[in-house]
């Protein structure tokens, strides 16, 4: 099994069509799949002006702050009226939904994951303490805070990661340091899906 590894500072930044921002894409699965045709994708993303979110019919959408002052998110049905303004706290979002993105300071940087409903189911965790992460067919982790040790030897400075696709692994994720923040994404195909 292929296990990738990666550095969110190394990574190309995308800007954004409507020209609100930029994306470093992490993962994207599978390869070379556009953005109609992806089972499940991860970026980084900076949002430096208001605007509307792109729509992703049959997506599931979770956000987190990595860093700013973050923004607001509001769909105009008023169903959804989110301050992403906490660092580190995911927050779920169907990505059928029209929302609008208001900044409540200057630019912000945002983790995104991104899952085709009905074909990828996604767990999503902030993990501080040393912790046994179950096998997954896919999945990522990304050192947030402190550095990390994952498995047995492969260690990660903040903003460095891994993925791995295909195949279940399972890992055992041991900070180093104190006040450490680690991002840990499971994925499995949902029931009904072929391999």
């Given at each position: 099994m292929?296990v990738?590894r990666f550095?969110?500072?190394?990574?190309a930044?995308?800007?954004w069509?409507?020209g609100?921002?930029?994306?470093?894409?992490?993962a994207?699965?599978?390869?070379?799949?556009?953005l109609?045709?992806?089972?499940?994708?991860?970026?980084?993303?900076?949002i430096?002006?208001p605007g509307?979110?792109?729509?992703?019919?049959?997506?599931?959408?979770?956000?987190m702050l990595l860093?700013g002052?973050?923004?607001?998110?509001?769909s105009?049905d008023?169903?959804?009226?989110?301050?992403?303004?906490?660092?580190y706290?995911?927050?779920?979002?169907?990505?059928?939904?029209?929302?609008?993105?208001?900044?409540?300071g200057?630019?912000?940087t945002?983790?995104n994951?991104m899952?085709?409903?009905?074909?990828?189911?996604?767990?999503?965790?902030?993990?501080?303490?040393p912790?046994s992460?179950?096998a997954?067919?896919s999945?990522?982790?990304?050192?947030?805070a402190?550095r990390?040790?994952?498995?047995?030897?492969?260690?990660?400075?903040?903003g460095?990661?891994l993925w791995?696709?295909?195949?279940?692994?399972?890992?055992?994720?041991?900070?180093q340091?104190a006040?450490?923040?680690?991002?840990?994404?499971?994925?499995?195909?949902?029931a009904?899906?072929?391999?």
């Open positions: 292929a990738h550095d969110i500072a190394t990574l930044a995308t800007p069509k409507n609100g921002g930029s994306t470093r894409e992490v994207c699965v599978p390869a070379g799949a556009d109609d045709r992806f089972d499940w994708r991860v970026s980084v993303a900076t430096d002006r509307p979110f792109s729509v992703f019919a049959g997506i599931d959408r979770v956000i860093d002052a973050g923004v607001r998110l509001r105009p008023g169903r959804i009226d989110h301050r992403l303004s906490q660092r706290a995911p927050f779920a979002f169907a990505g059928d939904a029209a929302i609008d993105c208001e900044l409540l200057g630019t912000s945002d983790f994951l899952t085709r409903r009905g074909r990828v189911r996604a767990d999503c965790r902030l993990l501080h303490e912790q992460i179950a997954a067919r999945g990522l982790l990304l050192a947030l402190s990390w040790r994952l498995g047995d030897a492969i260690e990660c400075a903040p460095q990661g791995w696709d295909g195949v279940p692994q399972a890992w055992q994720a041991h900070p340091e006040g450490a923040a680690l991002i840990a994404v499971r994925l499995d195909k949902t009904g899906t072929h391999p």
